[in-house]
Structures are given as structure tokens and as C-alpha cells.
């Protein structure tokens, strides 16, 4: 059975070595539309495959973290890369360029992480990400399997290779996150209850 989570964001980039001009050569922006798909062939204790709920904690401030941010290669211009975070308080730098593609990419491997490391205590059975879909605009997107993760025709992508500001390390409901999906560190899974 297959679940699917909706998270969005607002973003701006440069995407560099694209066919149009427009996106190759101009910062520009877009409403984001995120879609973690997951996968069980059984139900928890809730008769869930995952509560939604569980969603709300840490794999949010991962992805919000890229809201109202500007997605920064780190092969660009060094120069671009200094007056970008020189002047925008919320960046992140990615080792792909921040093209949906990628982004799907990007996303499979935090969300992959962060999941991996959650203490299942509900009775989840073999939850696991299927996808991710990363909608640039209402008619395109990306879509990224466990296989493309690892593909190294695609760039690489470890977690050591992304950085982000510290503003948006300080916005997080646990400011040593990252630091624990880069060192691998079980956690118990930490749902955010509606205010």
C-alpha cells in the first residue's frame, strides 16, 4: 500500500548548464510542491501505514528548510556563492544544481535517512519511502526512485556535502538534526501536536 504526504515551499534558484536562458542565467523562484510517497505491505496499531502525524517533526523542518530559501549549487561561482549568502539569511547549498530533478534527489535522500532512523513503536511493519515527487510548477515535475539516489551518472549526493545557514539550523525543533542524520543517530519519532 502506497501513502502519500504534501509538503510546500517557496524557493529560488539558478539552475546552470540549462537549455533556456531565462533559468540558466536569472535568480528566479517557485512554488514547490513536495510528495513523500511511502510504502508497507502491512498496518500498524492504528491500522496506518504511518501516521501522518509523525510527518509534522522532523521531515518538515527538513524540507522547510528550503522555504523562502535560495538553493545555492556549490560548483557555481564562488563569487555568486559569497554575495548570496552574503545577503540572504536562509540558504542552502546543495552538491547538485537545484533543478527539480535534483531536488527530488536531494529530498529522497533526507527523508530516506530520517525515516531509517526513527524508532518504529507503533507496530509499523517495513515502512519505507517509494518516492518522491518535487512539482517545480503546476504542469512539471520530478519524480525520484531508491534508485536514482545512488546513481552516479546523476551527481553524487551525501549528506556531508549540504549545508545550511545557520538561520535555518535555528528555526529547527531540534538543532542538532542534521548533525544526527549525518552521524546515523536512532531517535524516537517526534510528532508536532496542532497548536
Request: aromatic share 8%.
Amino acid at each position: 500500500m502506497l501513502i502519500r504526504k504534501l509538503f510546500k515551499f517557496e524557493n529560488a534558484h539558478i539552475v546552470r548548464g540549462c537549455s533556456t536562458r531565462r533559468c540558466s542565467h536569472s535568480i528566479h523562484g517557485h512554488s514547490y510542491k513536495v510528495e513523500l510517497l511511502l510504502e508497507a505491505q502491512a498496518l500498524d496499531h492504528g491500522q496506518m501505514v504511518y501516521d501522518f502525524g509523525l510527518l509534522k517533526g522532523d521531515i518538515r523542518d527538513l524540507i522547510d528548510a528550503f522555504d523562502h530559501a535560495v538553493a545555492l549549487w556549490s560548483g557555481d561561482d564562488p563569487a555568486y556563492l559569497q554575495a548570496m549568502q552574503g545577503h540572504s539569511e536562509r540558504w542552502v547549498i546543495l552538491p547538485v544544481s537545484p533543478s527539480a530533478e535534483q531536488f527530488s534527489r536531494v529530498f529522497f535522500r533526507l527523508v530516506d535517512r530520517a525515516l531509517s532512523l526513527v524508532e518504529m513503536t507503533n507496530g509499523e511493519a517495513d515502512v519505507r519511502l517509494h518516492s518522491i515527487i518535487v512539482h517545480e510548477t503546476e504542469t512539471g515535475y520530478a519524480q525520484c526512485f531508491r534508485d536514482d539516489v545512488d546513481n552516479p551518472r546523476m551527481g553524487l549526493i551525501a549528506l556531508e556535502d549540504i549545508r545550511f545557514s545557520p538561520a535555518i539550523i535555528a528555526q529547527w525543533h531540534s538543532p542538532d538534526l542534521f548533525e544526527q542524520l549525518k552521524r546515523g543517530t536512532r531517535r524516537a519519532p517526534r510528532p508536532v501536536e496542532p497548536v
